[in-house]
T-cell receptor
Framework: NAGVTQTPKFRILKIGQSMTLQCAQD?????MYWYRQDPGMGLKLIYY???????DKGEVPNGYNVSRSTTEDFPLRLELAAPSQTSVYFC????????????FGDGTRLSIL | TQLLEQSPQFLSIQEGENLTVYCNSS?????LQWYRQEPGEGPVLLVT?????EVKKLKRLTFQFGDARKDSSLHITAAQPGDTGLYLC????????FGAGTILRVKS
C-alpha cells in the first residue's frame, strides 16, 4: 500500500518556466490537498479537492492551478515559476473531510532560480 | 500572523531530559491534531484530541487539550534521540490550520 505518492522529489526551475507536480493516492480518499511548507511558517493550504471534478482555493492559491479528473490523482501546476514559489510542496489526502487525520506524501522540494 | 502559535520554535536538549511544547490560539477548535515530521518526509499523525481538558498518552508522550479548546501541549518524558524532529500542531476549523512547528533536537 503506497499511500500518497509525490513526484518528482526534487526539481530546479528557471524563472518563467512551468511544471506540474504529481500526486497520487491509492487509498480511495475523496479529499486531497496541496500545501507548501516554508521555514518557520508551517504548512499553508494552496488548493484542495473534495472529489473528482471539484477543486477550491486554499489560503495561498495565487500562481498555482489544480485539476482533479480522477479520485486518485491531484496534480499541481505552476504556469510561470517565480522565486517566491521556492518551497517544499506536500500533497495530502483524507477519506471524507478535512477534520480527519491527513495522510501526507514525502514532498517535492522545488527551487526557482 | 499565525492563527496557531507554537513555542518554543527550537529546542535542543540532552537525552533523558523532559520537555513541553505549546500550541496556543485565541480561537476555538473542534479538535486538534499533533504531527511529527522527519527531514525529507511528510508529517505523520501522532494523536488527535477532541474534548476540552482531554489528556492522551502515547508511551512517553502526553498530549493535553485545553479546557476551552484553544490551546494544547505536548510533554515528552525522558527524551531520546529518536524523538528528534519537527512537531506540528494543527487545529480543525472547517479546514486544518497548522502552527509553524517546533524543531526538537535530542542529543545523546
Amino acid at each position: 500500500n503506497a499511500g500518497v505518492t509525490q513526484t518528482p522529489k526534487f526539481r530546479i526551475l528557471k524563472i518563467g518556466q512551468s511544471m506540474t507536480l504529481q500526486c497520487a493516492q491509492d487509498m480511495n480518499h475523496n479529499y486531497m490537498y496541496w500545501y507548501r511548507q516554508d521555514p518557520g511558517m508551517g504548512l499553508k493550504l494552496i488548493y484542495y479537492s473534495v472529489g473528482a471534478g471539484i477543486t477550491d482555493k486554499g489560503e495561498v492559491p495565487n500562481g498555482y492551478n489544480v485539476s482533479r479528473s480522477t479520485t486518485e490523482d491531484f496534480p499541481l501546476r505552476l504556469e510561470l515559476a517565480a522565486p517566491s514559489q521556492t518551497s517544499v510542496y506536500f500533497c495530502a489526502s483524507t477519506p471524507s473531510d478535512s477534520n480527519q487525520p491527513q495522510h501526507f506524501g514525502d514532498g517535492t522540494r522545488l527551487s526557482i532560480l | 500572523t499565525q492563527l496557531l502559535e507554537q513555542s518554543p520554535q527550537f529546542l535542543s536538549i540532552q537525552e533523558g531530559e523532559n520537555l513541553t511544547v505549546y500550541c496556543n490560539s485565541s480561537s476555538v477548535f473542534s479538535s486538534l491534531q499533533w504531527y511529527r515530521q522527519e527531514p525529507g518526509e511528510g508529517p505523520v499523525l501522532l494523536v488527535t484530541v477532541v474534548t476540552g481538558g482531554e489528556v492522551k498518552k502515547l508511551k512517553r508522550l502526553t498530549f493535553q487539550f485545553g479546557d476551552a479548546r484553544k490551546d494544547s501541549s505536548l510533554h515528552i518524558t525522558a527524551a531520546q534521540p529518536g524523538d528528534t524532529g519537527l512537531y506540528l500542531c494543527a487545529g480543525v476549523r472547517n479546514k486544518l490550520v497548522f502552527g509553524a512547528g517546533t524543531i526538537l533536537r535530542v542529543k545523546s
